[in-house]
Structures are given as C-alpha cells and as structure tokens.
C-alpha cells in the first residue's frame, strides 16, 4: 500500500544526474515529489504531507521522472496508472504454530501496511491455509476461506511433524498475498476428548453447589452435631467434682510434721599451756589437742 515510482537511468548518464518526480490523482494536477535526487525511485507515502495531500487507499495514481544535469532536463516520462487497493503487492502473513497434544493451533498476523490497516482496505479479506506431513507436500489439505485469524488444526496423528503455508485472498485485489513462510511444528500425545474434562468439571461444580445447599439448609443440626450442647448427668458431675477418698493421697495432702533424729556428739581437749623451758614433746602433744566441739546429727 505505498505508492512508488521506479525507473532506469538514462544510456550513457553522468554520475551527476539527478531526478524530480511528481504524481496525480484522477482529480487533481501534477504534484511536486522528489526534487534533485540521485536515486532511481521515489517513494510517495513517505513525503511530507503537511505541504501535499496524503496517499489514500483507494486513489488512481499516475506519477512521471525527468532527469536532470547542470542546466539541462530531459522530457518527462510518465507511468503507468494504478488503483492502489486493487494494483498493490500484499506482503505475506506472519504465522505462528503452537502445539497442544494431537491439535495444532495456527496464529495469524496480517501484514503491516504502509497506510492504514489490512481489514480496514479489505474487509472481507480471507485466508487459504495448507497443511501436510513434512516430506509430503504432494498430499496437503487445504482449508480456505476463512476469516478468523486463530485456527485449530484438527484430526492430526500423534507425535508428526506438520507444515503450514498461509495466504491472503480479497474480493478487490484479483491477485492473493505473497505466501507466508513455511513453518513446521510436531504434534505430542492424543488427548482426551474435550468433552471429558467438561463433565469432570461440570461433576465437580455440582457436588461444590449441593454442598453448599446442605450446609445453608441444615446448618442448626450440624453445628449442634459438632459442638453438642447437653450437659452431663448429675450424678456424672458429682462423681467427677467428688473430692478422692485414698489414704495415700490424705496423707499426702496432709503430712505429720517431721520429726528430727539427732545424736549429740562432745569433744573436750586438755589446756593448751606449755611451761617455759619444757620439753618440746610435752608442748607438741599438749598442742594437738582440739576445742570443744559440739555436733547434732539430725
């Protein structure tokens, strides 16, 4: 979707030549473009609009170059007319694979466009999706016209490698998309089927719901189940608050005062006197004598 002007320098040119190119629509005159420039093509969409009007999706373009050297200008040669949305080129989609067990899921980008939007030119815009088993092109299956751009390969064999090639088809552009890439992804285990995990769920939401009704409906009788408010027995309570009868535990609680054994133990040491002059004997043997002393063995 952008609007470009290509073209082949002059036979013999000098390396100096420059080019100026202008465009029209079918409504207006011949508008300035690229000035003085020494590159064989001029893009369009990417001149200044704020001095120009912009390229549209739907204009008729007819746009023309003249070459120039010093004060010298050729004639000028004009293009051929173009219809933007029906004459553009469109780029291939960018795709994506992601595999989930036996299933294949394909992931589409429109391609980005200079101007605008690819859904907002080509509103009824579809895909053409061809699949196969990789080494075996000759057997694809395709899938086309479809809108959506997230896909869902289906009845695929477990544990095989899968290729897949997109294009773009409109209603206003005769020719389809450039074809995307080739990308390929391999399938896992076969799951179960789809519709087994929504009754296991729906299985456990229901038991989920009807507990909650008994519990609402029946709330009085399960907390009195839990926590039980009947006393106990009298004559329960007045064995258990009873006080204990045994003589051993009355005769702990109430011990007799201990009673003290003791036997009194003297000792009585002779005087510690010595004479002066004595014998050294005397006075050792006098020494080694103890004081009273009084013990109590209790």
């Known amino acids: 979707m952008n609007l470009v002007l290509k073209w082949n320098a002059p036979e013999g040119a000098a390396s100096s030549v420059v080019y100026t190119t202008e465009y029209k629509t079918s409504v207006t005159t011949y508008i300035v473009g690229c000035v003085n420039i020494s590159t064989l093509e001029c893009d369009?969409?990417?001149l200044n609009i704020s001095i120009r009007p912009?390229?549209?999706?739907?204009?008729?373009?007819?746009?023309r170059v003249r070459a120039l050297s010093g004060s010298e200008s050729s004639a000028w040669v004009e293009s051929n007319h173009i219809t933007l949305d029906k004459d553009t080129i469109i780029g291939s989609p960018n795709v994506s694979l992601f595999s989930n067990g036996a299933t294949i899921e394909v992931s589409i980008e429109d391609p980005v466009l200079a101007i605008s939007a690819l859904r907002n030119v080509y509103i009824f815009a579809t895909y053409n999706i061809t699949y196969w088993k990789d080494s075996q092109k000759e057997k694809a299956s395709h899938i086309s016209n479809i809108q959506q751009?997230?896909?869902?390969l289906n009845d695929l064999e477990p544990w095989t490698k899968y290729c897949v090639q997109v294009k773009i088809n409109t209603e206003r552009n005769p020719r389809p998309s450039l074809l995307s890439r080739i990308i390929c992804?391999?399938?896992?285990?076969?799951?179960e089927a789809p519709w087994v995990a929504a009754m296991v769920t729906f299985v456990f939401m229901a038991m989920a719901v009807a507990l909650v009704v008994v519990t609402a409906l029946y709330r009085k009788s399960i907390s009195h189940f839990l926590c039980p408010?009947?006393?106990?027995?009298?004559?329960?309570?007045?064995?258990?608050?009873?006080?204990?009868?045994?003589?051993?535990y009355l005769a702990m609680r109430n011990p007799p005062p201990l009673?003290?054994?003791?036997h009194q133990v003297s000792i009585i040491a002779e005087d510690k006197t010595v004479d002066e002059g004595g014998p050294l004997e005397v006075a050792k043997t006098t020494s080694s004598k103890q004081p009273d002393v009084t013990v109590e063995e209790r």
């Open 185 to 191: 992804e391999s399938t896992t285990k076969e799951e």
């Open 54 to 63: 912009s390229i549209v999706e739907y204009g008729k373009y007819t746009s």
């Open 44 to 46: 369009f969409t990417r």
């Open 229 to 248: 408010k009947d006393a106990l027995p009298e004559h329960f309570k007045e064995y258990l608050l009873a006080p204990p009868n045994s003589t051993v």
């Open 149 to 152: 751009n997230r896909v869902f």
């Open 259 to 262: 009673k003290e054994i003791f």
